[in-house]
């Protein structure tokens, strides 16, 4: 579920950009804004959230002043883009942008532990790289043909259902190891 709640500002501009992208980029920046608040309150912003909510504000003022622009045709590439790169920053910094979501799940004393880190490590390892696959593909659909709904949904669809089964599966298997692990 938090996964999902981190990428709320996401799934906000994937459901309503369909009917107008300008209607989903502040919609999105809505969410965003909101989350952030409400982060900023529990007393912690993570790198996804931020990078996120700076993306779609921007995005938003953009989309208002220049509807007519084209950047709407380029959205999808620069979305996962700018997560690929957050999610490789936070990779680079030691941080997985997955620390946030994965310690709401596990009890705090688990939280510095090195094998804790190294899954989150390897599943925002996960997450980048369908991030940059992503975006890569929707930058050659859009060159290929910018009117090409269907592939660019399926990309979108794809890019975030695979790592999400990929990091529950990895996650309850590095889970159960770590339990046998304690109870032998």
């Known amino acids: 579920?938090?996964?999902?709640?981190?990428?709320?500002?996401?799934?906000?501009?994937?459901?309503?950009?369909?009917?107008?992208?300008?209607?989903?980029?502040?919609?999105?920046?809505?969410?965003?804004?909101?989350?952030?608040?409400?982060?900023?309150?529990a007393g912690g912003v993570d790198l996804l959230g931020a990078a996120t909510c700076a993306f779609f504000v921007a995005m938003a003022v953009i989309s208002l002043a220049a509807p007519e622009s084209g950047l709407n045709t380029w959205t999808c590439a620069l979305a996962n883009a700018v997560l690929?790169?957050?999610?490789?920053?936070?990779?680079?910094?030691?941080?997985?942008f997955t620390l946030s979501i994965a310690r709401s799940q596990v009890p705090e004393k688990f939280w510095n532990a090195p094998g804790f880190i190294r899954v989150n490590m390897v599943l925002t390892g996960v997450w980048t790289t369908a991030f940059a696959a992503a975006a890569v593909a929707c930058a050659l659909i859009v060159a290929y043909d910018h009117a090409a709904t269907l592939p660019l949904i399926t990309v979108q669809v794809l890019g975030f259902v695979i790592p999400f089964v990929i990091s529950g599966r990895y996650a309850a298997r590095a889970q159960a190891k770590a339990v046998a692990h304690t109870t032998a």
């Open 84 to 96: 690929a790169v957050t999610a490789l920053a936070s990779l680079v910094v030691r941080r997985p």
């Open 1 to 41: 579920m938090n996964y999902v709640r981190g990428f709320a500002p996401w799934l906000c501009y994937a459901a309503l950009s369909p009917l107008d992208w300008r209607l989903g980029m502040c919609a999105a920046a809505l969410v965003a804004v909101l989350s952030l608040a409400g982060r900023l309150r």
